[in-house]
Nanobody, 126 residues
Framework: QGQLVESGGGSVQTGGSMRLSCTVSNYRYSTVCITWFRQAPGKEREGVAVIGGDDSTFTRASVKGRFSVSRDNDRYTAHLDMNNLQPEDTDMYFC????????????????????WGEGTQVTVSS
């Protein structure tokens, strides 16, 4: 099934940078797609960036050029690097895992994700 542990997060000033990491455990297969979502209270969850099982990546337009997704060589840890953070990036960030997604050209449907992390708060102050 896979379990996810997130790390990173915290508070930063406008224009700062932060790295979030997500590690998949209890999973032995090679197809690992990890997606980052974010959600503020009272708002819908939105996909931010994804790295597919074939290492293809997609980043939503609103953060493109500032956010990037990558993974370690062991394939089970992915990172979301966030630069030039703005107050509107303040959210709870979640990572989600799918064993069914290889190539990505968009954020995959939520129904494809088998496991979710508990979330980590990112706060950007002006």
């Amino acid at each position: 099934q896979g379990q996810l542990v997130e790390s990173g997060g915290g508070s930063v000033q406008t224009g700062g940078s932060m790295r979030l990491s997500c590690t998949v455990s209890n999973y032995r297969y090679s197809t690992v797609c990890i997606t980052w979502f974010r959600q503020a209270p009272g708002k819908e969850r939105e996909g931010v960036a994804v790295i597919g099982g074939d290492d293809s990546t997609f980043t939503r337009a609103s953060v493109k050029g500032r956010f990037s997704v990558s993974r370690d060589n062991d394939r089970y840890t992915a990172h979301l690097d966030m630069n030039n953070l703005q107050p509107e990036d303040t959210d709870m960030y979640f990572c989600a895992f799918s064993s069914r997604v290889m190539n990505v050209i968009n954020i995959p449907p939520v129904i494809l994700f088998a496991a979710w992390g508990e979330g980590t708060q990112v706060t950007v102050s002006s």
